[in-house]
Each structure stands twice: as C-alpha cells, then as structure tokens.
C-alpha cells in the first residue's frame, strides 16, 4: 500500500507565498516523476509543475516565474514553493507520483490534497 499526504496549505493573501509538501511512504521500491496538479471549482484538474527523479522539472505557463518544484529523493518529498500568489491560484492542490512499488508494478497514485485560497 502506497500513501501520499500533502501539507502545507491554507489562506493566503495575494502577493504572499505557501509551501506545499507531499511525502510518499509505504511499500515502495522507486519513485519516478512527482508532481503537483490543482483543481479549481467547476474546473478540470490541471498539471502545475512536475520534476524527474534525476531533477528535471516541467511548469505550467501560469506558474513560470513563481511557483518552484523540488524533491529530496532520501526521503521520498516533493515540494512545491509558491509565491507572488494570485486569486486565480486557489484550488486544491493535489500531488502525483508515478513510481515503482515492492512487487515490482508501477503505477500512479495520487494525494487526497491541500485546499489553498488566495484572498484578502
């Protein structure tokens, strides 16, 4: 059984910043891409930024500049820290990872997310 739980989020006013936490633990033998996606209400959930396990890192266009996903592979984190803030940024924040578990089947699992409002 594989468990990812985010942390990190809540009320922010625009401009202010937030960092996002996700760590994966359970029955896991490696961990290939992680990332973070959001959902919004009424919306469909979109890819925000994702990193390889050897650090490359991909980013929405909405987020370049702002927003900067990490990981910390010992211990199985990916972390996403976001500022200058805007409205348009809340949603529930949900993180990925596709990875390898002990049986050796690879598949993707998903956090239960972190709600973040951007508002005055």
């Known amino acids: 059984q594989v468990q990812l739980v985010e942390s990190g989020g809540g009320l922010v006013q625009p401009g202010g910043s937030l960092r996002l936490s996700c760590a994966a633990s359970?029955?896991?033998?490696?961990?290939?891409?992680m990332g973070w996606y959001r959902q919004a209400p009424g919306k469909q959930r979109e890819l925000v930024a994702a990193?390889?396990?050897?650090?490359?890192?991909n980013y929405a266009d909405f987020v370049k500049g702002r927003f900067t996903i990490s990981r910390d592979n010992a211990k199985n984190t990916v972390y996403l820290q976001m500022n200058s803030l805007k409205p348009e940024d809340t949603a529930v924040y949900y993180c990925?990872?596709?990875?390898?578990?002990?049986?050796?089947?690879?598949?993707?699992?998903w956090g239960r997310g972190t709600q973040v409002t951007v508002s005055s």
């Open positions: 359970g029955s896991i033998f490696s961990i290939n891409a």
């Open positions: 990193i390889t396990s050897g650090g490359s890192t």
């Open positions: 990925n990872a596709d990875l390898w578990i002990m049986t050796m089947t690879r598949d993707t699992y």
